[in-house]
Each structure stands twice: as C-alpha cells, then as structure tokens.
C-alpha cells in the first residue's frame, strides 16, 4: 500500500474502470499508513477546521431515511423559525475566535424560503464585514442561479451539498429527490464560481462497492472538500435500527477516500463519538479536516479539545486572533 501511495504522490491517479477491491483487503494498518503518507505529501500538515450553525430545523419535506429533521419521519426533532442573526453572529465570533477557518449557516427543507433567504444573506454580508478571513459556506437546498449570485456578492465562497451515497444506492436512502438532481445542483454551483463542499454518508446499510463508487463520482466531479458522515442511527427514522460501524470500517472508508481523493480535504463530520480519543485515529489514516463545535442535531466535540487533538498529532491550524 505504501508503494501504491508512493505511486499516487507521483501522480497516478486510481480510476473507476480499475479493479479496487484490493483496498477492502489490504491489512488496515498498511492501507491507512499509506493513505497518511499521501495526505502528508500531496496536501501536508494543516489541518481544516469548520463550525455549522443550525439556521432552521425541522419540517424538512425530503424522505431522506437518516434524516431526523424530515417531516416524514417521527423524531423528537422540532420544527423552529430561523434562527435569530444575533445568534448566527455569535457563533461565528465564536468559531473566529477559536481560529476555526469556515463557518456555515444549514437550513433544513429542499430549498431555503425566500424571505428566510433574506435574513440568512444579510447575516452573510455583516458576518463578512466583520470577520473578513472566515471563509463563509451556506447550506440551503437546491437554490437558483440568482440565489447563488447574490450568496457570492454577499461574501459566500463555499456551497455544501452532499451526495450522500453512491448513485446506484442513492433510492434506497431519499425518493423525493434525485442523484441526478444533486449532480445538477453541484454542476449550477460550480458554474456560479463557488467552491463546494461535497460528501456523504456512510453506515446506511450501503456496500463497499458503494463507497468506492461514491468515492469515485466525487474525484470525477473534482471535490476539494469531502466531510465524511458515520451515520448516528436517530429512533423515528428508517435507519434508526441500523448496527453502527466498526472503528476498522470507520478506518478503511476514511482511508480508501484519500486514495481517490488524494489532494482533497476530507473531512471528518458525524461519528467522531465512536473513537474514545474523539477520533485521533482518523487524522492518522487520511482526513485532514474536521467539522468542530455542535452539528445539527446532535453534540459534536470542543473546538478547543479538536485543536488539542491535531497539534498532538502534528497539524498546524489556523492561528487564534489573540496568538497573533
């Protein structure tokens, strides 16, 4: 695996049409020390670091069966009103001040409402204003070509908008929406000039065949930044019953991402909380950025303790405002 590593950093490239199924074999402690030698080696030793803030929850009119905020589900999740620009503000102070490199508003429902809309590109504008390096990411549905203009004129770099899976398992998780509206969306997002942050899901009862076929569309569609998300089974929805993942499948899915994605930020999102260290392994096996502070629905880790966590491992991170 080393050598294939090796290979890669020189700027072989793996590819749909290759036989992969030797990266489900490999011994897991060669697969991941060769995923590490090319996250060290094509993308080095910083380390990307996210907060979200939950603009609006619940409600969601899409089936999607992980999902706890979607209205076909019954979950304790509650349905809110957007969230207040004071509190948008704050946590984006907060996050800056911790020298945490992307913030994003996440709304829940297919697209954003118009006037919801609007209160979210006014908080853009100002957090823009005031914190002129964070670099601003928005998760707002399927939006149009006008939307995503104004989001770019308001200070937004980023666009997230997950795939989820692999195409060919994409109707087994979500019916209300297509894999080919998502690459549609992707596509308008990219032709509006903004950078999109792209991954999935993993732990839904898909293959690996699924995985290295997710992972293969994102290296087709050339995504530079992939967060990763370990399902966390939510009672009231489909997938609530479903056994969680090995810490070794945890390893191998992470590591086989960088092996496709070898210069990406592959980023560590939900499922941190299956690693007793809060997931130090993962920054050894491939990923190189993670999202920090609370998700949506659930608790996330400290963004202090995730600093801690990558100057242990030897990542360098954004410096806070008072270290400069």
């Known amino acids: 695996m080393l050598e294939l590593a090796k290979e890669i950093v020189g700027g072989r490239r793996l590819t749909r049409e290759e036989d992969c199924s030797f990266l489900l074999e490999a011994d897991i402690n060669e697969l991941c020390e060769g995923a590490d030698y090319i996250r060290k080696n094509l993308c080095g030793t910083r380390a990307d670091l996210c907060a979200i803030i939950n603009g609006k929850s619940g409600a969601c009119s ?5 999902c706890s905020q979607s209205a076909h589900h019954h979950t304790a999740c509650q349905a809110g009103d957007f969230i207040d620009e004071e509190a948008i503000l704050s946590g984006c ?42 670099i601003l990411c928005a998760s707002h549905g399927f939006v149009s070509e006008e939307k995503l203009k104004q989001l770019k004129e308001a200070g937004v770099s980023m666009y997230h908008e997950n795939i989820e899976t692999s ?23 990219q032709e509006a000039g903004l ?94 950025a993670a999202l920090t502070g609370n998700l949506l629905t659930t608790g996330g880790s400290s963004m202090e303790q ?12 954004k410096k806070k405002p008072t270290e400069k």
């Open 93 to 134: 102070r907060e996050a800056w001040e911790q020298g945490v490199d992307r913030y994003c508003i996440v709304t829940a429902g297919r697209a954003i409402k118009d006037e919801d809309f609007e209160k979210a590109l006014h908080a853009y504008k100002k957090m823009h204003e005031e914190f002129p390096d964070m």
């Open 195 to 288: 950078e999109l942050c792209t991954g999935g899901i993993v732990g839904m009862g898909e293959t690996w065949k699924d995985r290295l076929s997710m992972a293969f569309t994102l290296a087709e569609l050339g995504i530079r930044s992939i967060p990763i998300n370990i399902l966390i089974p939510v009672k009231g929805t489909p997938f609530g019953e479903l056994e969680p993942m090995t810490q070794e499948d945890i390893l191998r899915t992470v590591a086989i991402l960088r092996y496709i994605n070898p210069k990406a930020d592959v980023r560590i999102a939900a499922g941190r909380n299956y690693f007793k260290d809060g997931g130090g392994e993962l920054f050894l096996s491939g990923i190189n």
């Open 306 to 317: 995730d600093r801690n966590i990558l100057e242990e491992k030897g990542y360098i991170l």
């Open 62 to 66: 899409e089936n999607c069966k992980f």
């Open 167 to 189: 195409e060919e398992n994409f109707p087994n998780v979500c019916t209300t929406h297509s894999f080919e509206d998502k690459i549609h969306e992707i596509k308008r997002i």
